[in-house]
């Protein structure tokens, strides 16, 4: 295997495995379901330290390396994508910044409870009008006496209504364009900073997202994360290590679609034979297999890169496109080999299909991968 997992990855994957097929598998039906938060499962979770993985124990979380993160990741995936996405984001762009760019006093105070998972975490870049454009956000900082006071709208905020401290992007100076953007730990437990109902999701259906309205919300001077003007390298330097995340969630997602079809190719019967005896059949569950280990290969060695210190940005953008696309495909191939019943809520490759689709939009789009892979290219 690719790479040769130390002894600590080995164990941590199969901990991970473990702990989803026992703890998250059984009840991700209902919650999909019925949309309720696992709140239980992230306790145990934080109390694993998969909650701030790559976070040293000083810190409060697991101290582990990056590849390891990512193998977890995958496993939570494999049992429920939603948990994965709370798992994901509280790692990747509300610790993983803290850690890079936070002071010792801001990693205290807002990395421990964090990473520990006392209280959860998220990331507000995206905003109604300010998708893929992240640079064109409106949200505004005003310096203030002993702070700042934020005034805007953030769009797909996961985690919003569940966490706590959201590493926030807004404008602190309207006249320098993109290095006039600044990066800031929002503590949503006050009046100024209004969660908007959970958004009505295709999928993803028991993670929380939603529009956050920030109406005169302080941060105190102390929670500037990084120097002022630094907000953008703040936001994507925290994204390298997320879309290698969300590129690991579609694997997890994308190994379950695998099984669950090499299972039902074996016994469910047309013609007087299993299904995987048709060669039809059989060439969906081998083209899914290619994709899938190619898919795998790419993200493990963005995460390696990644753990070594290199920059990784189009390792992660690749490991992102292709993955994610390969997923959809992989997730809809099921349903496919499902048939009939593929698309009915009684069947688990329905709801992986559902799930799948976001990963090709959020933590940057296929399109804008793309951009990043050809940017480089060209350069
Ligand atoms: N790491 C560190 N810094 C980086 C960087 C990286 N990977 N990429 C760019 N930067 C820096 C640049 O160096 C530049 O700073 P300097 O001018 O000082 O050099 C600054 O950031 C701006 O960079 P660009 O000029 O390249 O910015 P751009 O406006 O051309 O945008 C883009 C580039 C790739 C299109 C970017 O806007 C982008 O990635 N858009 C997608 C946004 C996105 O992914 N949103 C995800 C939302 S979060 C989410 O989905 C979480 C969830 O819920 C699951």
Redesign the pocket.
Known sequence: MFPQFTEDQSAIREAAHAFAMAEIDPGAAARDASGEFPKAILKQLGEMGFLGMCVPEAYGGGGSDFLSYILALEQVAYADASVA?TM??NNS?ACAPILSFGTPQQKERYLKPLASGEVLGG?M??EPDA?????ALKTRAVHVEGGWQLNGSKA???NGGVGRYFVTMARTDPDKG??GISAFILDAHQPGVIMGPPEAKMGLRSSK?VMVALEDAFVPEEALLGKPGDG??VA??G??G?RIG?AAQALGIAQRAMDESVAYARTRRSFGKPIGEHQMIQTYLAEMEARLQASRLLVYRAAAMKEAGRTC?VEAATAKLFTTESAVWICDRAVQIYGGYGYSHEYLVERLYRDVRVTTI???TSE?QR??IARELLK
């Open positions: 996405v994901s984001v762009v990331f870049l995206t998708g893929s454009d992240a640079a797909w905020i996961t993109k290095k997202t953008l390298k994507f330097g994204l390298d997320g969300i940005t959020y933590e940057g804008i951009m990043v």
